[in-house]
């Protein structure tokens, strides 16, 4: 097998998205847009793959990591320009070279593969990968002779009316002899309309050396959209929503209203899982059998267990177990662990704690930098008191303990195990095993007070 290699555009700076963001790093569905290309060649098993940089350079380079080699192209004079700056790395290989754009996400890795194996099977020395649109305007046209042969790409402002009418355009991805394509690139001029260096005038230099130039049809026309600007994003992001919210439900999964779902690439979720509708699923998250999420959730790099409830309520870097009921309007914030058969009522909030099996915060509190025991119950209102303006405490409450409702727990505390706190409470010492905590202040009645103030006021 040729060995392959990858030559990633992404210099552009995007003017029309309007943002200082660089363009490749706009998200669909929470995943930068470069990071589907650099995803769908790993799944083609490319050698080197190298990322052309310009614009937003090191925004660009933070995001990618170590998954491809870069190169700088300081200066933006056209593709042919963005290419050749891949020299030093790939000019001796022998093997194949797929140049693909940045802003080209939904490209399939499926359609990658197949245009390899057409360009390596065909014997080609390049071949385009193409589509035919009903509307080509703005799009390079395929230029073919008698025999249907490629002749060359002509970009629109170059077109004479008769190559306007040209339905089949160029993509913008293309596989080449690596060899081949490097000699090439030593004859492109700029001598046309933009003043740039064409990547697409290498077909016309090859075919001058009768090297052979192959066309490879995409047949899906949404896998080779460009994202130029925010309308282009919005609809490729409809158009992966669809993909991955029809993968699931071919595996399994319910989803109640796909249009009002979103699922982000990286999410797996088991079998006879429910998703309601305007539910967000994003990082890596993971979940098990029988779950039901939404409506109206929003869970991001969280396990969820199986035959677990989550309602109207936001969970994030944390993981829930089994039989777990979350919601309506709860909060989980990071490093968090719910164990099985909790529950976590209405308007509470539960950050980086450890909640025991069968334990319930039911409404209306905030668990904090606390370790809950099995089958703690927690009344409403209860605060954790964690933070003392420079550091966080630790509040830890054993097994099979009860917390009356509006209580304060001053950490760091610990509630020994089978032991009460009383309603109202304010608890700044430790409560040893099985004991009944009190921290009230003395309540005093003032008999016909009320009386002589309301008297008071009439004068």
Known sequence: ?????????????????????????????????????IKGLQDNHIDIKVSVVGHGKDQVMNAIGKQTEFVTQNEQLGTAHAVIQAKEILKD??????????????????????????????????????????????????????????????????????EKLINEVNTGTYCFDNEALFNALERVNNENAQGEYYLTDI?????????????????????????????????????????????????????????????????????????????????????????????NSEIVNCTIGQHSVIRQSVVKDSKIGNEVNVGPFAHIRPESTIGDEVRIGNFVEVKKSDIGNESKVSHLSYIGDAELGKDVNVGCGTITVNYDGVNKHKTVIENHSFIG????????????????????????????????AIGRAKQVNKEDYATRIKNKSKK
Do not use: W
């Not at 499926?110 to 360009?119: A, D, R, V």
């Not at 727990?409 to 304010?426: C, E, H, Q, R, Y």
């Open 93 to 162: 290989k022998e093997g194949t070279t797929i140049i693909v754009c940045g802003d080209t996400p939904l490209i399939k890795p499926e359609t990658i593969e197949s245009l390899f194996q057409y360009h390596e099977s065909s014997l080609s020395e390049g071949t385009i990968l193409t589509a035919n649109m009903s509307n080509p305007f703005g799009y390079g046209r395929v230029v073919r002779d008698n025999n249907g042969e490629v002749e060359r790409i002509v970009e629109e402002k170059d077109a004479n009316e008769n």
């Open 405 to 436: 409702c509006n209580t304060n727990l001053l950490a760091p505390v610990t509630i020994g195990k089978n032991s009460f706190v009383a309603a109202g409470s304010t608890i700044n010492r430790d409560v040893p095993q099985d004991a009944l």
């Open 1 to 37: 097998m040729k060995k392959r290699f990858a030559i990633i555009l992404a210099a552009g700076k995007g003017t029309r998205m309007k943002s200082k963001k660089a363009k490749v790093l706009h998200p669909i569905l929470g995943r930068p847009m470069v990071e589907y290309i």
């Open 203 to 295: 077909i016309e230099i090859l075919r001058e050396q009768s090297r052979k130039i192959s066309a490879f049809v995409c047949e899906d026309t949404n896998e080779t959209m460009g994202i130029n600007d925010r309308v282009a994003l919005a609809n490729a992001e409809k158009e992966m929503k669809r993909r991955i919210n029809e993968n699931h439900l071919i595996n399994g999964v319910s989803i109640l209203a796909p249009d009002n779902t979103y699922i982000g690439p990286d999410v797996t979720i088991e079998q006879d899982v429910t998703i309601l509708p305007g539910t967000m699923i994003n990082g890596l998250t993971h979940i098990k059998t029988g779950s039901i999420i939404g409506p």
